[in-house]
Structures are given as structure tokens and as C-alpha cells.
């Protein structure tokens, strides 16, 4: 089955830097791929996601890169702010109705 | 995105005693939703897989006596634990798959709910 590798699994930058968080997928049939941030006591929150039919999605200051060749995809926080402080999880999926297999998850830490 | 309600919010229960986590999709039909537990700092891991009107599938591990899930309509998914014990208690999250066609969406998207704090004592 799917398996997914997340590093790091804790990242601090300060305030106005930017942040880079990588996973690695094994299935190559996995199409999928979505990046979540959940807040301490909260359920996760979709942020951006990628189909394999695309190498790179931005949205304001995130950005999603995927490279299916080496079966890695990363995520890019520019101009980090206190407010991105949270856990970022990736998953990745063979659309198989939703079912997502998650990375381990990475603490990231905005230093004011 | 879409809506996925979850409740409650938090719950505490005696040990031995059954509870019953809701999971509602809004604003979509979702004939798939999925029950994860995530203990503290960890990954969330997949418990089962719900389907309307049919039996749930569970992950390897997941004992289905005691995880009794439920999907009675396209919009609701129910999760009890029963005989909850302290080894239960956890951060228990549900998500409701919203398929493609609806929104425009070409591909199965995932939706979560906000969790559900099982404290069993």
C-alpha cells in the first residue's frame, strides 16, 4: 500500500521567511496529492492540493511543487507569518473517494 | 470548501460506557466518509472506510465490535465506540468525500470535520 514520508517534523523560521516542508509518496499510481494545517485542537484544513497532471500550483503565498519522476511533492510557505504557526500535513491518494494516507506531520513555528 | 460538521466537540464518559461521534457533510452528498484517530503530536490514522448504505471497511487493527460505524444517509455517518476504555480516549476526526461533478470539481475531494475529544475516565 500507499506510504508516506514527511520532513521535517518540526521546522521554526522567522517571521517573513519562507518555509519548506517535503514528502516523499511510494504508490506511483497515487494522483493526488493535498496539504493540510491543523490547529491544536481543531480538525485538519485543506490549503492547496495538486493533481499529477501538474508540476507546480501557487496560491498567494503557498505553493505546491510535485515531481512524479522522483515521487516527491513539497509544500512552500513565502513570507511566513505568526498566524501560519501550526501542523502541516501531506497526503497523498489514488482518488480512491476521498481515502488519503497521510504523512507524519510537520510542527512549523513562526517566530515573530 | 465544503462543509463537514462534527459533534460533539468534546466528550467525557465513564469507562465502559458507549459513545457516539456524528459526522455530517453540509452542503454536499458524500457516499464515502472516512473515521480517523490521531493521538497526540501523530499522524492521523485511517480506522474505516463508511459507505452509504453498506457495511463499513476497516483498516487492519481496527476492531469492528468496538468501532461501530454507521451510514445511514448520503449526508451523516455515525461513529460508537463501545465499552470505552481509557485506552480509547483520543482525538477522533471524520472527513466526508465530496465526488467529482459536484462544484466542478473534476476529482474526489476530502473534507474534515473539527474532531471529536474522547476523554474516557
Known amino acids: 500500500g500507499e506510504n508516506v514520508e514527511q520532513h521535517p517534523s518540526t521546522l521554526s523560521v522567522q517571521e517573513g521567511d519562507s518555509a519548506v516542508i517535503k514528502c516523499t509518496y511510494s504508490?506511483?499510481?497515487?494522483?493526488?496529492f493535498p496539504w493540510y494545517k491543523q490547529e491544536l485542537g481543531k480538525g485538519p484544513q485543506l490549503i492547496i492540493d495538486?493533481?499529477?497532471?501538474?508540476g507546480e500550483k501557487k496560491d498567494q503565498r503557498i505553493a505546491v511543487t510535485l515531481n512524479k519522476t522522483a515521487k516527491h511533492f513539497s509544500l512552500h510557505i513565502t513570507e511566513t507569518q505568526p498566524e501560519d504557526s501550526a501542523v502541516y500535513f501531506c497526503?497523498?491518494?489514488?482518488?480512491?473517494?476521498?481515502?488519503?494516507?497521510f504523512g507524519q506531520g510537520t510542527e512549523l513555528s513562526v517566530k515573530p | 470548501g465544503a462543509v463537514v460538521s462534527q459533534h460533539p466537540s468534546w466528550v467525557i464518559c465513564k469507562s465502559g460506557t458507549s459513545v457516539k461521534i456524528e459526522c455530517r457533510s453540509l452542503?454536499?452528498?458524500?457516499?464515502?466518509m472516512f473515521w480517523y484517530r490521531q493521538f497526540p503530536k501523530q499522524s492521523l490514522m485511517l480506522m474505516a472506510t463508511?459507505?452509504?448504505?453498506?457495511?463499513?471497511?476497516?483498516e487492519q487493527g481496527v476492531e469492528k465490535d468496538k468501532f461501530l460505524i454507521n451510514h445511514a444517509s448520503l449526508t451523516l455517518s455515525t461513529l460508537t465506540v463501545t465499552s470505552a476504555h481509557p485506552e480509547d480516549s483520543s482525538f477522533y476526526i471524520c472527513?466526508?468525500?465530496?465526488?467529482?461533478?459536484?462544484?466542478?470539481?473534476?476529482?474526489?475531494?476530502?473534507?474534515f470535520g473539527q474532531g471529536t475529544r474522547l476523554t474516557v475516565v
Open positions: 472527513s466526508a468525500a465530496r465526488p467529482p461533478g459536484q462544484r466542478s470539481s473534476m476529482n474526489t475531494e476530502a473534507f
Open positions: 504508490d506511483s499510481a497515487s494522483n493526488y
Open positions: 495538486i493533481r499529477s497532471n501538474v
Open positions: 497526503a497523498a491518494s489514488y482518488n480512491q473517494g476521498g481515502k488519503l494516507i
Open positions: 452542503d454536499f452528498q458524500a457516499t464515502t
Open positions: 463508511s459507505n452509504e448504505g453498506s457495511k463499513a471497511t476497516y
